[in-house]
C-alpha cells in the first residue's frame, strides 16, 4: 500500500472513531439526567486531557527524530479507552473516561502532521490528509445515527482505531531531524501566537456552541438519526473543501486563508441561532465546514512554513484546539444555563471577529 494512502486511511479511521464516539456523550449525560454545567465539565475533561497530550506527544517526537512510533502508539491506546465507555454509569466515571479518550486522541496527530510534512508537494497533502479526516468526520457520524445503540457505537470506535494501527504498522519511518525543544517552548508560542490566540478564540466559543449542540438540535425537532445526518453535512463537505484549500495553499497566501475561515465562522454561528427547525441548520452546517477547513488548513501549512519544530508547532495548535475544547463547553454550559442556548451561540461569533482582529498580525 502506498505511503499516502496509508495515512489517509489512518485519517479516515481515527477521525470516524473520534467523531462516532463523541457524538451522543452530551446526550448519553442528559438522560443520565447530568445538568447542563456538569456536561460542560465532562468536556472541560476530554479538552485539557487532549491539550497535554498534542503538546507533550508533538514534543516528544520532534525530540526523538520519530514520527511512526507515536502514529501507532496513539492507535493502540485509543482502541482501549473507546472500549472504556462502555463503563460509563454516572458524571464521575463519564469525566474519567472521557479524559482517558481525549488524552489517547492526541498521541498521534503532531507526529502524522509531520510526517506527512515530508511527502513531495506537502501542502496539498496536509489539504487532502485533513479531508480524508472530515471523511471520517462524516461517516462515523452516520454510522452512529444509524447504529442508534450507544454500546455498538463505542465497541465500533476501538474496532476502528485496531484497524488503523494495523495499517500503521506498515508505514514506514521517516527519520526526522531531532530538535531540542524546551519543556516550555516560549520562544515558538511567541512566534506565532497570533494563529494560536486567533484559533483559540474561535474555537473557544465554537466549543460552547458543540457541547450542547446535540440537545439544542433534538429541541427543534431532530432524532438521532438527522443528529449524524447534520453532523455528517459540515464533515462530508470538508473533504472536497479541505482539498481545495490545500491547492488553493500553493497560490494564496495562507494567512488570507486563515481570515477567510474566520469571518465565515461569525456568520454561520449568528445564523443557528436563527434556527427554528433542524433541516435549517443543514446549509449553516456547509459554511461552518468551509470556515473550518479554511482556517485548519491554512494554520497547519503556516506553522510547517515558519518552523522547524513541526511536530511541536502543529501539536501546540492541537492543544490550543484542545485548551479552547476544554474551557469552551465549561463556558457554553454556563452560558446556556443562565440565559439558553441561543446566548452562546452569538458569543460565539463575537469571539470569531475577535480571533479576526488577531488575525491581522500574522
Avoid at 224 to 242: C, D, H, K, R, S
Wanted: glycine letters at 12%; aromatic letters at 14%.
Amino acid at each position: 500500500m502506498d505511503e499516502s494512502v496509508r495515512v489517509y486511511a489512518i485519517q479516515l479511521l481515527s477521525k470516524a472513531a473520534m467523531m462516532s464516539s463523541w457524538l451522543f456523550i452530551p446526550v448519553i449525560a442528559d438522560e443520565f439526567g447530568i445538568p447542563y454545567f456538569e456536561i460542560g465539565l465532562i468536556g472541560v475533561a476530554y479538552g485539557l486531557s487532549m491539550f497535554l497530550s498534542y503538546y507533550l506527544f508533538g514534543r516528544l517526537s520532534d525530540m526523538m527524530g520519530r514520527r511512526k512510533l507515536f502514529i501507532e502508539l496513539g492507535f493502540l491506546v485509543s482502541s482501549i479507552a473507546y472500549a472504556s465507555q462502555l463503563l460509563m454509569r454516572d458524571f464521575v466515571s463519564m469525566l474519567l473516561i472521557q479524559g482517558f479518550v481525549g488524552f489517547s486522541i492526541g498521541i498521534s496527530s503532531g507526529p502524522l502532521v509531520a510526517y506527512v510534512s515530508g511527502f513531495e508537494r506537502y501542502k496539498r497533502e496536509i489539504g487532502r490528509m485533513s479531508g480524508f479526516g472530515a471523511l471520517g468526520w462524516g461517516l462515523g457520524s452516520i454510522a452512529a445515527g444509524l447504529i442508534g445503540d450507544y454500546g455498538l457505537i463505542f465497541l465500533m470506535g476501538a474496532i476502528l482505531s485496531v484497524a488503523g494501527l494495523f495499517i500503521s504498522l506498515g508505514m514506514g519511518e521517516r527519520r526526522a531531524e531531532v530538535v531540542k525543544v524546551p519543556l516550555f517552548p516560549l520562544e515558538l508560542i511567541k512566534k506565532n501566537y497570533s494563529v494560536y490566540l486567533a484559533y483559540f478564540l474561535r474555537n473557544l466559543g465554537a466549543w460552547g456552541v458543540w457541547i450542547l449542540f446535540p440537545i439544542f438540535l433534538t429541541k427543534i425537532g431532530a432524532n438521532e438519526f438527522w443528529i449524524g445526518v447534520i453532523y455528517a453535512a459540515n464533515e462530508l463537505a470538508q473533504f472536497p473543501f479541505m482539498e481545495l484549500v490545500g491547492r488553493m495553499s500553493e497560490r494564496v497566501d495562507e494567512r488570507w486563508i486563515v481570515r477567510a475561515g474566520l469571518i465565515l465562522s461569525a456568520v454561520a454561528f449568528t445564523s443557528f441561532s436563527f434556527a427554528s427547525w433542524y433541516v435549517e441548520a443543514i446549509p449553516i452546517q456547509l459554511v461552518i465546514a468551509m470556515s473550518w477547513s479554511c482556517l485548519y488548513v491554512g494554520s497547519l501549512i503556516y506553522l510547517l512554513e515558519r518552523n522547524v519544530e513541526k511536530a511541536t508547532s502543529t501539536g501546540v495548535l492541537g492543544s490550543v484546539i484542545s485548551g479552547s475544547r476544554a474551557l469552551g463547553p465549561f463556558f457554553g454550559g454556563a452560558v446556556a444555563q443562565l440565559t439558553g442556548m441561543v446566548w452562546s451561540m452569538y458569543i460565539a461569533a463575537i469571539l470569531a471577529v475577535a480571533g479576526l482582529v488577531v488575525s491581522s498580525k500574522l
